[in-house]
């Protein structure tokens, strides 16, 4: 059987399945640049699971307080050591990303003290960590201030601007790497390192912190390279490499950690308890897959910008821009190209691929959102996914992928949902 019967199999007409091959053509010297970062990633990871000597007993699982947990704590060394920092807090407890980076402000700001965003306004879900919008337990509600400094219309840092806001009380800063659900640039690690050295050369105690969601392995070095205090994440995005079924990180200086671990756990437990049940070994296996997981989804993100660009719609960032992040976005322009785009993800899925997927309104966004996500660990987005908020300008964020023909075969199906449902013309796939 030839490989166009199987597409047409899977739902692919030929012209989509044609459109596609051209389009993957032009691609080749980028994807072998990702390969290549892939690569050096890989080996550091193993280099670090070598020096922590790493053997099988760490697999075993702790339960109850979790007292002395080996594998628990090498892989916090592990984590420590691929990042560059003093400590590491990695732990199933840590429930999602929005979790982890409420962790690692609250520990770590007092009541009294200032939290700047020097980079606009922060992922949706911190908004209510943050207390900008209203909410129960907010760091507002303990007294801790939130000061912005938006990027300046060309997307670059406004340094008057961040000068002017720091002051007595700011304690800490908080520096989004990936863009988010919002159209502005992701951050290099380079562009991280140079602002957080302008804003240390003005207040040399401040605490650096990086949402490195969606972030991590995406280049040779990560933030905490050059200047972050603390860098954060999601288990199931990148880390995890598709395998940590929950969790998520904190890494950074040895007291940022160790007020963390405080506040995670308790006041003189800290990072001595905390079970690691039986998911610490897909925390190791995750992590060791994960360079070449975040390529995958690395190459879906730049194949997808093509694809949707060549059929006309904008996409962010532009198909030739340089990554810093796994996520594109594409402006469909309407709900129905949203829902159209989602149902074709769906379908793609290799679980609930029958489903239908419906906007819905979920906890801490304040619009509906819809998500196409068929996926092994449930809300993993770095398995292949999409999801947008139903709002202007109607933009759904895609991302993800733990092999690139799946990834490939996703962005095929999502086209061809597009043209189903009426929503590209049929002459779009006549590239000539
Ligand atoms: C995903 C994400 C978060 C929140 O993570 P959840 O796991 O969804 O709670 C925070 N910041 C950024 C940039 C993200 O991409």
New binding site residues.
């Given amino acids: 059987m030839e490989i166009n019967e199987l597409y047409r199999q899977l739902d692919i007409d030929d012209d989509v399945y044609e459109y596609s091959c051209a389009k993957l053509a032009g691609l080749k010297d980028r994807f072998d640049r990702i390969d290549e970062t892939a690569e050096f990633n890989q080996l550091k990871v193993l280099d670090a699971l070598r020096e922590c000597r790493v053997s099988e007993a760490c697999f075993s699982m702790s339960t109850g307080y979790g007292y002395n947990d080996i594998g628990r704590d090498t892989l916090e060394r592990v984590y420590a050591h691929i990042f560059k920092t003093e400590d590491a807090l990695v732990r199933p407890q840590i429930t ?4 982890a ?1 409420n962790v690692a402000l609250s520990s770590n700001l007092r009541p009294g003290d200032e939290l700047l965003s020097p980079v606009g306004k922060p ?1 949706d ?2 908004e209510e960590v943050i207390g900008i919008r209203p909410s129960c337990g907010s760091l507002k509600e303990y007294g801790v201030s939130y000061r912005q400094v938006d990027l300046k219309e060309d997307g670059s840092f406004d340094y008057d601007g961040i000068r002017n806001a720091i002051n007595e009380r700011t304690r800490m800063v908080t520096i ?1 790497r ?1 863009k ?1 659900y919002q159209t502005r640039p992701t951050l290099s690690v380079g562009e991280i390192c140079e602002l957080i050295s302008f804003i240390k050369g003005i207040k040399k105690d401040v605490i650096c912190m990086v ?1 490195n ?2 972030g991590e392995f995406v280049e040779r070095t990560e933030p905490s390279q050059g200047g972050a205090d603390m860098i954060v994440g ?1 288990l ?2 990148n880390p995890g490499g598709g395998l940590a079924p929950v969790g998520g990180y904190i890494a950074g200086t040895r007291e940022c950690i160790e007020k963390a671990a405080y506040r995670l756990t308790s006041p003189g437990l800290g990072k001595e308890v905390g079970a690691s049940l039986n998911v610490i070994q897909s925390f190791y296996q995750g992590l060791f897959l994960a360079p070449t997981v975040v390529s995958s989804a690395l190459k879906g993100a730049i194949f997808a910008a093509n694809m949707l660009k060549g059929i006309g719609f904008s996409v962010y960032p532009e198909p030739e821009t340089e990554r810093h992040d796994i996520i594109q976005a594409v402006t469909l322009g309407s709900a129905e190209g949203v829902i159209s785009f989602c149902k074709g993800i769906q379908a793609a899925a290799p679980v609930d691929s029958f489903v239908t997927p419906e906007p819905w309104a979920m906890p801490g966004y304040d619009s509906d959102v819809i998500m196409a996500a068929g996926a092994f660990v449930s809300g993993s ?1 770095i398995e292949l996914s999409a999801d947008g908020p139903i709002k202007e300008p109607y933009n759904v964020y895609f991302q993800g992928g733990l092999t690139f023909p799946h990834v490939k075969y996703g962005i095929m199906r999502a086209v061809q949902q597009l043209k189903n449902d009426g929503l590209v013309k049929p002459y779009v796939f006549n590239i000539s």
């Fill in positions: 999602c990303g929005t979790h980076l992922y879900t911190l989004q990936s988010g949402d969601c969606y999601s199931i995005k987005s």
